[in-house]
């Protein structure tokens, strides 16, 4: 699949997330995981946003609101979760659109490294 990647990062989605998503290459940073992710719930992605959620914290049931279109990502602020760190924040604003009216949510996520590979831990959010 080519096409922009739903993460807004403006690269393809091949050449983006779309390999977390299939599993076969890690996220290395944890903003390339929470980009993942973003791109997960824009895309219906359920198992691949149980699979990058830490097993402490991943709810027991994950449904998500077909009508909520998932269509841009920004990225605020990261602290830490680069290549040699084991853990991680990213602020990040995400914004959707809705039957019901657009809007935007606005999250401090926490991110670690579990086997070599970024999940998500939990997160704030703020607005
Ligand atoms: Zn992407």
């Not at 946003?49 to 449904?63: F, K």
């Not at 939990?122 to 607005?127: A, E, I």
Request: charged share 30%; aromatic share 12%.
């Amino acid at each position: 699949m080519s096409g922009r990647c739903p993460c807004s990062s403006g690269d393809t989605f091949d050449a983006c997330c779309e390999p977390y998503l299939l599993g076969v290459a890690n996220a290395p940073t944890a903003e390339t995981l929470m980009r993942s992710r973003f791109t997960a719930f824009a895309v219906a992605d359920v198992d691949y946003l149980r699979r990058s959620w830490h097993s402490d914290t991943a709810p027991a049931e994950l449904e998500l609101d077909p009508d909520q279109r998932w269509y841009r990502l920004d990225i605020l602020a990261t602290d830490a979760g680069g290549l040699f760190d084991d853990e991680g924040t990213v602020e990040f604003r995400a914004r959707y659109k809705h039957p019901d009216g657009a809007g935007s949510m606005t999250e401090v996520s926490r991110f670690v490294r579990v086997d070599g590979g970024w999940r998500y831990l939990d997160g704030v959010v703020s607005r």
